[in-house]
């Protein structure tokens, strides 16, 4: 049996779906197929596909809720893993190992609810635990560094590793994970270190975070936060865009987000590719660096192929 044999197996008996769109499974509904798409439900079940992938010697891409990606128009070879571990484990009185799947909302208020401070800010949060560490996911002045103990991590080469968090390089929006060594680590849990505190206010914090968005932030399917705040300016990368005058400025289905200029929003689901994004994103940059000379970096990861010629 070829690798290639030996993988279409394997796919088919994990239930494995065959160029499955992964526009299904972005928050901004946009993105091509995968050549194997499977979801995972228990953290022995990830830990044995990403081996099994390595063995296989193909390409593995993980996804969480998938709101911090753009998948290009081609897609993704190989297999895409979409991570629906969600254990938690308390391992001591106020330290819980939390499976990479768990969503940033619940696992708030399931903490909140249990008379643990520290992780209010993140009720807001659509994405997974796990997508949010390579940009140490944060809001409201907190972000994961402040409650992250160490993460269990699967190496490139299918090796168990664990990492404090201290050596995970955490800072805004950025992490080893992200542009570092540990780039290809996949992480299947995270302990976190939160503090006693009341249930009823930690639950009233959760309700006025949760407030705060809907009065700030649009929902439907969109980016989120695309870009990040620039180092070299005290405006906002929302303020930069508004300033150069493209909130509400479109190309295809993407659009600039009249209520928050950073949000690039999809305006029209059925019919959109992700070139109108990447194309609008290319516009901002150039229009803000034009105007300011600041290039906006993105916060959002843009992975996948160029669909082939005439698709
Ligand atoms: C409306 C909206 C609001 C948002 N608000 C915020 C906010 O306030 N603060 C903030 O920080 N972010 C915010 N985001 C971005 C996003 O929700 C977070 O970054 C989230 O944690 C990403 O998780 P995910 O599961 O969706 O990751 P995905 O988009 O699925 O993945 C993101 C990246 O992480 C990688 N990845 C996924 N799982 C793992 C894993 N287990 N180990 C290693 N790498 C992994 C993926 O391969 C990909 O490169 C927002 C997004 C949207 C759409």
Redesign the pocket.
Known sequence: MTRSQILQALMQELGALHAEPLSRHT?VQVGGPADWFIVIRDRDALIDTIRAAHCAETTL?????????LIRDGGLRGVVLK?ESRDCRQIGETTFEVD?GAR?AALARSTARAGLTGLEWAA?????I??????N???YGSDLSDVLVAISTIAPNGESEIFTADELGLAYRDSK?RSGELQG???TSLTFQLQRGDVYASLAEIDRVEALRKTN?PTGP????TFKNPASDTRTAGQLIDEAGLKGHRIGAAQVSELHANYILNVDVGNARATDFLDLIAHVQNRVEGRFGIRLQPEI?V?GEEPADGE
């Open positions: 928050f891409t993980i996804l969480g809720a998938g709101s911090n990606v991570n990479s940033f807001g949060i659509p994405g997974a796990g997508g949010g560490l390579p940009t996911a944060g809001a994970l680590h996949i992480a932030a969109s980016l989120g936060s990861a992975i």
